[in-house]
């Protein structure tokens, strides 16, 4: 994906997670929202790293400050 093309990165997204690399979801969801800070694409990205807790992924526990910054950017 073209790297400041949210959509394709989006749709990558989709099926690193419908796979289960749930850390690669993450990552392009993040490209995505440095790309284009719309409140649509900032749900996305706060959806991925939710999937990222709630699926274990070891490094989750660093996800809370960022999904904090994320609320507050609300």
């Given at each position: ?37 719309s409140a649509a694409v900032r749900n996305r990205l706060v959806a991925a790293l ?25």
């Amino acid at each position: 994906a073209n790297s400041d093309d949210s959509a394709a990165l989006l749709r990558r997204a989709d099926l690193h997670a419908e796979g289960g690399r749930f850390a690669d979801a993450v990552a392009d969801c993040r490209r995505a929202y440095a790309a284009d800070r719309s409140a649509a694409v900032r749900n996305r990205l706060v959806a991925a790293l939710l999937d990222a807790v709630r699926n274990g992924l070891p490094d989750a526990a660093s996800y809370d400050a960022e999904l904090e910054r994320l609320a507050a950017a609300e």
